[in-house]
């Protein structure tokens, strides 16, 4: 009895300390609080020291990165203005941290040194998020201040003025047939000026066209002009009207000129996220029942289709019963943020709870990993979106265990983030290594989001209830509806859609409401998911079962079929007697039957193919080893191959406009793997003109000796509009290709499968097993319900059997028998108590 009570007492203190060590003191949230402003007076610091003027800091190079100067990133260099674009995106964070006489010196250098009339052609979404909204959230800080009286009293609207100034130099991409914005604009020329170097493109992505409505509505609502709201509202309103009337759903890149979908895939993530944002967040801020209607219809065909707790995965908008791709990107850690606006906690604890799990796994999120969370595109670039879902659900829940989440971002950064010129973007989370870059994002976002996790109210300089977050997390003022009235037509009229409402369609969030009496809710909820990936579970050692091996099953050895599925055997003979007593006392195990049907599927294979260098000297002698596409040309069915004289592309990645289309029309590109998928370079070099495309590897020394080859898949999308042939090349088969063009100028080469330039006959194709694993119901099989070889799972109370069935034939006389134990490892290590069995009887290998 004694001990009993030990026991007990021991378990509740231990439970006590769980809780206790899941809560967080005011000393210690101080200390991290402390430890962030730390941490942005390194990040922003480096940067005025370092780069400013210049758009963004290169952390590793310790200068500023000025477009023109560095090597062309293609679209990634879009957000680069020549308007210190970390200065503005920069400005309202400086007031949520208290800086403010840091904020007052940062406004009087943007006042007096940036200039938006530059000759550069910019995205018009990235610059409406991060420097539209950067003058307009500054604007709103510095006229509160300025009104407070003790500070700011020269500041007379300036930024507001630039802000109005921009607007204007953005107004230009709106001016086509449909309404949606071209994605890109010269600042100084505007599309369609002859001196503009844009214009031509045709399509843009859905956030793209519809996240402008804060900034523009704002903008509008300041200044008293209303051409900015009527220009992004009718953006939404093509967004709506082209949706799919059957799901509801939208695509990811839609035609500016006709509005017609090019990418039908619909999910959460890039491309499309913030679109949904806008809808809820322009309700919130402009008052405007029309968003609020249109957000909960998508809303609910999100839930319905796209939502797969806690997954979120893509699917095809006009057949959205079928995910269309099986990786997650790192964009849609957002919406957990936006379904607590929506007052929709559980699958927002769920998503959360899986995302966790994965920085867990990885450190950090990657870039986008897939639905078994083994990371897919390994870079992270210190995206702010899971520290806001994770400030959004501690508001709602009060749980500390989003403290902890949030000290754990912090941990992360500044362990494998920081340099000593700021903190560097993670190439590729596998291997820590670091990326010249800190993106605006970093400073306008994740520390604006992580001081407020870790700050009361009462410690802020303002009240942050009054504003709303923008996508890039600047600040307007929730009063914009009541005291600024909408302009005139400005209001957007809708046909009524009928919807199925829910208890938050037109109301906010309450705990209370969803989760009477439960405090511990949020732990009930993400406990269903604490071990998702695996990492953190607790060893249990598994209980002693018997397997009965079948001797026949279909030409597949016995043995190594269950080695195949991680467990390994050993002779009944080999297990103690004692441990077989344990057997009897596992208790809560009950009868259950899998059917596994055995069938045998061709292995998919890489198809090896070749680049034959055929001009002199060569003349067919050097032959390297390439690997195929998925896409494009299929070469296998191309009687000569593709031949055709290599060019290098310019840029090399071919992520950006090519340069040297004259060169490359006709003739095959060489391109340099990364910054890009395949298909985007593919895409660029078909419309350069190019007829082929090598790919080289980049990283330095791979080869395809000791490299499997590997095939190179598309986007996720539809691939059907490239046509050119496409091959692959390691590093040092790439060196050598390039070598000879450095060499001799014109070479000529020849893009083929390897079986038939070097006349091999076509390799055997492994044969492979698929199981289909089903439940039946007991006395099935007996009843010959199952057709064809078997193989039958058992689970007993006191045993598990596993024995093969072949119905219409009578079982072998003699099965040897093999017990499974549960090793550390999670594997089985065979044991049993057949005390008929010989000292010397082993698995039967030749069945």
């Known amino acids: 009895m004694m001990m009993l009570k030990t026991l007990l007492i021991t378990s509740l203190l231990g439970w006590v300390k769980c809780q206790e060590s899941q809560s967080m003191t005011s000393e210690e949230k101080t200390v991290i609080r402390d430890q962030i402003i730390e941490m942005f007076d390194h990040a922003y610091g480096s940067y005025m020291k370092y780069a400013y003027p210049a758009d963004e800091l290169m952390p590793l190079s310790c200068r500023g990165r000025v477009r023109g100067l560095e090597p062309n990133r293609g679209d990634i260099d879009d957000s680069l203005g020549k308007f210190s674009l970390t200065l503005i995106d920069t400005l309202d964070t400086l007031v949520v941290l208290n800086k403010l006489d840091e904020f007052e010196d940062a406004v009087r250098k943007a006042v007096k040194d940036v200039r938006l009339d530059n000759d550069v052609v910019v995205s018009v979404f990235e610059t409406n998020i991060r420097v539209l909204g950067g003058l307009l959230g500054a604007h709103v800080m510095a006229d509160l201040l300025r009104q407070r009286g003790d500070r700011m009293q020269w500041y007379q609207d300036e930024l507001l003025h630039m802000a109005k100034e921009l607007g204007h130099r953005l107004l230009p991409a709106f001016n086509t047939t449909s309404g949606l914005p071209y994605p890109k604009v010269n600042l100084r020329y505007g599309v369609l000026n002859p001196l503009s170097r844009t214009g031509t493109e045709s399509d843009t992505c859905t956030a793209c066209a519809?996240?402008?409505?804060?900034?523009?509505?704002?903008?509008?609502?300041?200044?008293?002009?209303?051409?900015?709201?009527?220009?992004?509202?009718?953006?939404?309103?093509?967004?709506?009207?082209?949706?799919?009337?059957?799901?509801?759903?939208?695509?990811?890149?839609?035609?500016?000129?006709?509005?017609?979908?090019?990418?039908?895939?619909?999910?959460?993530?890039?491309?499309?996220?913030?679109?949904?944002?806008?809808?809820?967040?322009?309700?919130?801020?402009?008052?405007?029942?029309?968003?609020?209607?249109?957000?909960?219809?998508?809303?609910?065909?999100?839930?319905?289709?796209?939502?797969?707790?806690?997954?979120?995965?893509?699917?095809?908008?006009?057949?959205?019963?079928?995910?269309?791709?099986?990786?997650?990107?790192?964009?849609?850690?957002?919406?957990?943020?936006?379904?607590?606006?929506?007052?929709?906690?559980?699958?927002?604890?769920?998503?959360?709870?899986?995302?966790?799990?994965?920085?867990?796994?990885?450190?950090?999120?990657?870039?986008?990993?897939?639905?078994?969370?083994?990371?897919?595109?390994?870079q992270h670039l210190l995206r702010p979106e899971f520290a806001e879902s994770t400030y959004y659900l501690y508001k709602a829940t009060g749980d500390p265990y989003y403290l902890r989440v949030g000290q754990s971002i912090v941990e992360k950064l500044n362990a494998y983030a920081r340099v000593p010129c700021g903190f560097a973007a993670v190439q590729d989370v596998r291997t820590g290594a670091h990326e010249d870059r800190m993106d605006s994002f970093f400073l306008a976002e994740m520390f604006k989001y992580l001081y407020l996790l870790f700050s009361e109210k009462s410690q802020l300089p303002i009240d942050i209830d009054d504003y709303i977050f923008t996508t890039e997390a600047h600040l307007l003022p929730v009063s914009l509806s009541t005291t600024k009235p909408p302009c005139k037509s400005n209001i957007t009229e809708t046909v009524p859609v009928s919807q199925e409402e829910d208890l938050f369609t037109h109301s906010c969030p309450s705990t209370e409401t969803l989760f009477p009496n439960n405090p511990s809710f949020a732990k009930t909820i993400r406990d269903s998911y604490k071990y998702l990936t695996g990492v953190g579970r607790a060893f249990r050692p598994l209980p002693v079962r018997e397997i009965e091996l079948p001797l026949h099953d279909n030409g597949m050895e016995p043995v190594e079929f269950l080695k195949s599925m991680g467990i390994s055997l050993t002779p009944l003979n080999e297990l103690s007697a004692g441990d077989t007593g344990n057997l009897k006392e596992h208790k809560g195990v009950y009868r259950v039957k899998l059917v596994a049907e055995v069938s045998q599927t061709a292995e998919e294979e890489v198809v090896p193919h070749v680049v034959q260098l055929i001009s002199p000297p060569f003349l067919g002698r050097t032959v390297l080893t390439a690997g195929p596409a998925k896409f494009g040309m299929d070469l296998s069915k191309q009687e000569h191959g593709v031949k055709g004289s290599i060019v290098k592309a310019s840029p090399y990645t071919a992520c950006g406009p090519i340069d040297n289309t004259v060169e490359l029309k006709g003739r095959i590109a060489l391109a340099l793997r990364g910054d890009c998928m395949f298909a985007a370079k593919a895409r660029r070099l078909q419309e350069a003109g190019a007829i082929g495309i090598i790919f080289i590897d980049h990283r330095e020394g791979s080869n395809s000796e000791e490299t499997p080859l590997f095939q190179m898949v598309g986007d996720g999308d539809s691939t059907e509009d490239i046509t050119l042939a496409l091959v692959f090349l390691f590093s040092r088969e790439g060196a050598v290709l390039t070598a000879a063009l450095e060499e001799h100028h014109n070479v000529d080469v020849l893009l083929l499968p390897k079986e038939r330039q070097l006349g091999h006959d076509k390799t055997e194709k492994h044969v492979g097993m698929n199981i289909k694993l089903r439940l039946a119901e007991e006395g099935e099989l007996e009843e010959g319900a199952a057709r064809g070889p078997t193989l039958e799972f058992v689970l007993e109370k006191d045993e598990v059997l596993l024995q093969e069935e072949e119905l219409g034939e009578e079982r072998q006389s003699q099965q040897q028998q093999f017990c499974a134990k549960a090793t550390e490892n999670d594997r089985t290590e065979p044991c049993s108590a057949d005390s008929s069995q010989t000292p010397n009887s082993g698995p039967n290998t030749n069945p």
């Open 210 to 378: 519809g996240t402008m409505i804060l900034e523009f509505a704002a903008l509008s609502r300041m200044s008293g002009e209303s051409v900015f709201e009527e220009h992004a509202r009718k953006a939404m309103d093509v967004l709506w009207d082209r949706r799919q009337r059957g799901s509801d759903l939208v695509g990811t890149v839609i035609n500016i000129h006709n509005g017609e979908w090019v990418r039908r895939d619909s999910g959460v993530g890039a491309g499309i996220d913030s679109y949904y944002e806008y809808l809820m967040k322009a309700y919130i801020l402009l008052g405007d029942n029309v968003f609020l209607e249109r957000f909960n219809i998508h809303y609910s065909a999100i839930m319905k289709y796209i939502s797969q707790p806690p997954l979120l995965l893509n699917v095809h908008m006009h057949n959205p019963t079928v995910s269309v791709r099986s990786w997650m990107d790192s964009l849609l850690a957002f919406f957990p943020g936006l379904q607590v606006l929506r007052g929709d906690l559980k699958p927002a604890i769920e998503t959360h709870e899986m995302l966790y799990q994965v920085t867990k796994q990885h450190k950090f999120l990657p870039e986008a990993f897939t639905t078994e969370f083994r990371v897919h595109w390994g």
